[in-house]
């Protein structure tokens, strides 16, 4: 008997060193399972309609899906990036060029603002200014770098993502059986978590991607509409902003709308307000209603802290990521006070056997 235990704890000492070992070698392709895994509960009930129309070819159809993912999601965002990135660059040059549009709106501005200010509160608006405009492109140079550097870890990302996504899809239940086979938690609580995952994934996804995604569209007729330029660039930033809790699409058409009331486009900068507080808001706040009618529903401060964060540890990708992560971990703490918590708060004795 002694000598199976110690048999027991050496084999669990091995399994956490290697476990370890293992996690490391696979951490910087987390980000990439966890989208695939992200992916494949989206796309997972269309890909089980398109296996029973392909003859069962579970391989082939997953392969289609994966190219078609990579296609319909990737492509694009990469395109609208793109021309927004080229826009951006127009953007710096007009703002550097003397006789460009932006500079001399900047320098109307200026001039509105030395106005109704002294020469030393003048001085020290110019220095602070100047120093906060030094560190944001210092910042974005640096940020610009590191991204260009990071390009061949971005292609091997995608790469992992594509290639995890076909297999969750080809050998998904496969892989479920062995992974809950392995698990030492009871049947119902897999079901529970699985589920959890799955509602979680759609809820939050849906709700973030699609509603950001046509709250840009309507942004960008309304700036569309009051002829404003760049509408490229202010539609990307406004997908992004609207990911973002408490700032929302409202920080970039807002902006747009001050610039456009100090240009002395009153009418148009009225016109904006009232737009994207009726089309652009309605927009988000319907869609989101819809989309996660049923699904698990963070506070908004919740939402706030789960987004700055991600977006700190794992880049753009935490706007997603970050809700996904605190959601589930919603879900674990309700299985565990439902099941495993009596009315009173005590643990309830487990029904399983001890592991020895």
Same mark, same amino acid.
């Given at each position: 008997?002694?000598?199976?235990q ?20 696979? /951490? ?13 509960? +989206?796309? @997972? ?12 070819? @579970? =391989? ?18 990469? =395109? ?11 953007l710096?040059?007009?703002? +550097?060029?003397?006789? =460009? ?11 509105? *603002? ?46 992992i ?36 995952? %799955?509602?979680?994934? @759609? ?20 700036? *569309? ?11 990307v930033?406004?997908m ?16 747009? *709308? ?13 016109? +904006? ?14 869609? /989101? ?10 506070h ?21 990521l970050?809700?996904?992560? %605190? ?11 439902? @099941?495993?918590?009596? %009315? ?13």
């Amino acid at each position: 008997m002694a000598s199976r235990q110690a048999s027991f704890w050496m084999l669990l000492a091995l399994a956490v060193a290697l476990g370890v070992l293992f996690f490391n070698v696979v /951490r910087p392709f987390l980000l990439p399972l966890l989208l695939a895994c992200v992916a494949t509960v +989206l796309v @997972r009930p269309y890909y089980e309609w398109a296996v029973v129309k392909f003859g069962n070819r @579970r =391989g082939l159809t997953a392969f289609l899906f994966s190219v078609l993912f990579l296609l319909v999601i990737f492509l694009p965002i990469a =395109g609208a990036l793109l021309i927004a990135g080229n826009e951006l660059m127009n953007l710096g040059q007009d703002l +550097l060029s003397p006789d =460009g549009k932006l500079n001399h709106s900047v320098k109307q501005m200026q001039d509105l *603002a030395h106005q109704r200010m002294t020469d030393q509160q003048w001085e020290q608006f110019k220095a602070s200014a100047g120093k906060s405009v030094e560190g944001a492109i210092s910042g974005i140079y640096t940020k610009t770098q590191a991204l260009i550097s990071n390009i061949v870890e971005l292609v091997v990302g995608l790469v992992i993502t594509c290639l995890a996504l076909f297999y969750f899809l080809a050998d998904g239940p496969a892989l479920l059986v062995t992974l809950r086979r392995l698990s030492p938690l009871e049947s119902q609580d897999e079901e529970i978590l699985i589920a959890d995952f %799955a509602n979680v994934c @759609r809820g939050v996804v849906l709700s973030t991607l699609v509603c950001s995604f046509f709250q840009a569209v309507a942004a960008g007729i309304g700036f *569309a509409i009051v002829g404003v330029e760049r509408v490229w660039l202010l539609s990307v930033l406004t997908m992004f902003t609207s990911m973002i809790p408490f700032v929302g699409a409202a920080a970039v058409w807002g902006v747009v *709308a001050v610039g456009l009331l100090m240009a002395g486009h009153g009418w148009a900068a009225l016109f +904006l307000v009232i737009y994207g507080s009726t089309v652009v808001s309605s927009t988000d706040n319907l869609l /989101r209603a819809y989309v996660l009618r049923d699904s698990a529903k963070l506070h908004p401060l919740v939402a706030l802290l789960s987004v700055l964060g991600a977006v700190q540890i794992v880049g753009l990708w935490g706007i997603v990521l970050g809700p996904i992560v %605190a959601s589930f971990f919603y879900a674990v703490l309700k299985i565990l006070r439902d @099941r495993h918590w009596d %009315a009173t708060g005590q643990p309830m004795a487990s029904s399983q056997q001890p592991l020895c």
